[in-house]
């Protein structure tokens, strides 16, 4: 598991977000999800991975940025710099297929 996962997960203690939207994460939830996602060969990956690493088109206005557009004080910089990156996954997608003749 990267280290930077592992740092942000480490850092989400009460997971405020989904707290502040009025939906607490019960401490069970949080220590079962800490575990499937830090586990040492986990086969578990996220959608949007999953999409990536296919070339497929990727929610990050939907997910992410919805987060950021709530005005979410709680958004760790590591939630800007995610987004930022699949925003630039988005762009180089969309040239790579106008480039290719495909739709995007």
């Known amino acids: 598991m990267p280290r930077l996962v592992t740092s942000w ?11 502040q ?4 994460p019960s401490s069970r939830f949080i ?3 800490r575990g499937v ?8 990956t996220a959608s949007m991975l999953r999409d990536i690493e296919r070339g497929a088109p990727i929610e990050a206005d939907h997910i992410v940025g919805d ?3 709530r ?19 988005e ?4 040239r790579e297929m106008t480039l290719s003749g495909k739709a995007a």
């Open 9 to 19: 997960l480490a850092e989400q203690p009460t997971w405020p977000s989904a707290t």
């Open 21 to 24: 939207q009025g939906f607490p």
């Open 31 to 33: 220590e079962l999800n």
């Open 37 to 44: 996602f830090t586990t040492a060969g986990s086969g578990l």
């Open 67 to 69: 987060l950021l557009r």
């Open 71 to 89: 005005g979410d004080e709680n958004a760790s910089p590591l939630v800007r710099l995610a987004y930022a990156h699949l925003k630039a996954y």
């Open 91 to 94: 762009a180089r997608r969309g």
